[in-house]
C-alpha cells in the first residue's frame, strides 16, 4: 500500500468519525424516520449489478406509506466522503463500512425500521448483524437478489461508466458465489427466525419471480458456474 493510499484511507475514516452526526441526519434522522414499536430489519443480498439498489428503493416506495424506512447504503455515504471520486473507491470503502456501522448501532438504538443495502459478502459481518437484530427483538428479512451473472457483470461495467465508481471482476465474482452462500448458512443457522425471499431478475433487470420464505437459494435456481469458468466467460 503507497502511502497516498493509506493517508486517504485514513483520512476518510476520521471524516467519517468526524461527521456520524451529518451522515445520521442524512439518512437516519428521526424526525423523518421515528422509531416504532416492533421494528424490522431487511437485508439485500446478491452481486453488483443484480439490482438490490432498484429494488430496495422500489420497495420502500411501494410500502405502506405511513411506515417509515431508513436505507443504508455504503455507496450513499461514500458519495459524502471528500476526495472521493468513484475509481478510488478502494481507497474509502473502510471509511463508508464505519459509516454503515454507525448508521446500523443508531437504527437498532432508536428502534427504526431499516435495510441494509449490501451485497452480504461478508459472512461474519452479516451474521453479525442479523444476530444484533434478533437480539433487538426486530423482525429480520433477507431479499436475496438474482441476476444471470453475466448480465450482472454488463450492468456493473455500464453502472463504472455512468457513476465512476469501479467494482473489479474478482470482487464481483467472490460476491456472486458469497452472497448466495452466505444467504443459505444464515437461513441454517437462524432457521425461523428470519425470513429468506428470492428475487429472480430478467435480462432487463425488470422484476422476474419471486418466491418467499424459502430455506435454500439453490431449491429454486441453478448456478451452473464455478468461480472459474465464471472468470473465464467474464470479459
Same mark, same amino acid.
Given at each position: 500500500?503507497?502511502?497516498?493510499? /493509506? *493517508? &486517504? ?17 442524512? $439518512? ?11 421494528? $424490522? ?17 422500489? $420497495? ?6 405511513? #411506515? ?8 450513499? &455515504? ?10 478510488? =473507491?478502494?481507497?474509502?470503502?473502510? =471509511? /463508508? ?16 425500521? /431499516? ?9 461474519? &459481518? ?47 465474482? *467472490?460476491?456472486? $458465489? /458469497? =452472497? ?16 429468506? *425471499? ?20 439453490? *431449491? ?5 458456474? #464455478? ?9
Amino acid at each position: 500500500m503507497s502511502d497516498d493510499t /493509506a *493517508n &486517504i484511507e485514513e483520512q476518510a475514516k476520521e471524516w467519517v468519525r468526524q461527521n456520524k452526526r451529518v451522515i445520521i441526519d442524512k $439518512f437516519a434522522n428521526l424526525n423523518v424516520y421515528p422509531g416504532v414499536s416492533n421494528p $424490522f430489519t431487511i437485508f439485500m443480498a446478491g452481486s453488483p449489478g443484480a439490482g438490490k439498489t432498484e429494488f430496495s428503493k422500489s $420497495f420502500i416506495k411501494d410500502y405502506d406509506p405511513g #411506515t417509515k424506512i431508513v436505507r443504508i447504503d455504503a455507496d450513499e &455515504i461514500r458519495d459524502l466522503i471528500p476526495g472521493y471520486t468513484g475509481q478510488n =473507491a478502494y481507497k474509502v470503502q473502510g =471509511a /463508508a463500512a464505519i459509516g454503515v456501522e454507525k448508521l446500523f448501532d443508531y437504527i437498532q438504538n432508536h428502534h427504526q425500521n /431499516a435495510i441494509m443495502d449490501g451485497t452480504f459478502s461478508d459472512y461474519k &459481518i452479516s451474521k453479525d448483524n442479523v444476530e444484533r437484530s434478533l437480539h433487538r427483538d426486530r423482525s429480520v428479512g433477507i431479499f436475496y437478489l438474482y441476476q444471470e451473472p453475466k448480465v450482472a457483470w454488463e450492468f456493473t461495467k455500464i453502472r463504472e461508466v455512468k457513476e465512476k465508481r469501479h467494482v473489479s471482476k474478482a470482487m464481483f465474482i *467472490n460476491s456472486f $458465489f /458469497a =452472497a448466495r452462500d452466505n444467504v443459505n448458512k444464515i437461513k441454517q443457522e437462524f432457521g425461523k427466525a428470519i425470513e429468506l *425471499n428470492l428475487v429472480i431478475k430478467n435480462f432487463e433487470n425488470k422484476l422476474e419471480k419471486t418466491q418467499f420464505k424459502i430455506d435454500k437459494v439453490e *431449491n429454486y435456481i441453478d448456478i451452473k458456474y #464455478t468461480m472459474e469458468e465464471l472468470s473465464l466467460l467474464l470479459t
